[in-house]
Nanobody, 118 residues
Framework: QVQLVESGGGSVQAGGSLRLSCVVA????????MEWFRQGAGKEREGVAG???????TYTDSVMGRFTISRDNAKKTLYLQMNSLKPEDTAMYYC????????????WGQGTQVTVSS
């Protein structure tokens, strides 16, 4: 059984920083594709930043240059460093792991709330 556990969310003022963590518990072997998603109130879920099996990273345009996705394979942890936060970054953030051929992720965390005040 695989579980993803996010942490690191909180409330910050605009311009501040947070680092989200996602610990992978269970048997996932080797490098897998992982991604951070977010969903704000009344909004659709969107992919924020992803990292592939080859460690290539992708970002949605709105976070480019402000957010950095990384991982520590030894610790089985995925990170999202978020700098220069804006009120529009307010959302529940989720990590996901193991993308299938259809582009769907097999495992999801429970989410961590990020609130940015102006």
């Amino acid at each position: 059984q695989v579980q993803l556990v996010e942490s690191g969310g909180g409330s910050v003022q605009a311009g501040g920083s947070l680092r989200l963590s996602c610990v992978v518990a269970g048997n996932i072997y080797g490098r897998v594709s992982m991604e951070w998603f977010r969903q704000g109130a009344g909004k659709e879920r969107e992919g924020v930043a992803g990292i592939g099996r080859d460690d290539r990273t992708t970002y949605t345009d709105s976070v480019m240059g402000r957010f950095t996705i990384s991982r520590d394979n030894a610790k089985k942890t995925l990170y999202l460093q978020m700098n220069s936060l804006k009120p529009e970054d307010t959302a529940m953030y989720y990590c996901a792991a193991v993308r299938n051929a259809a582009g769907e992720y097999q495992y999801w965390g429970q989410g961590t709330q990020v609130t940015v005040s102006s």
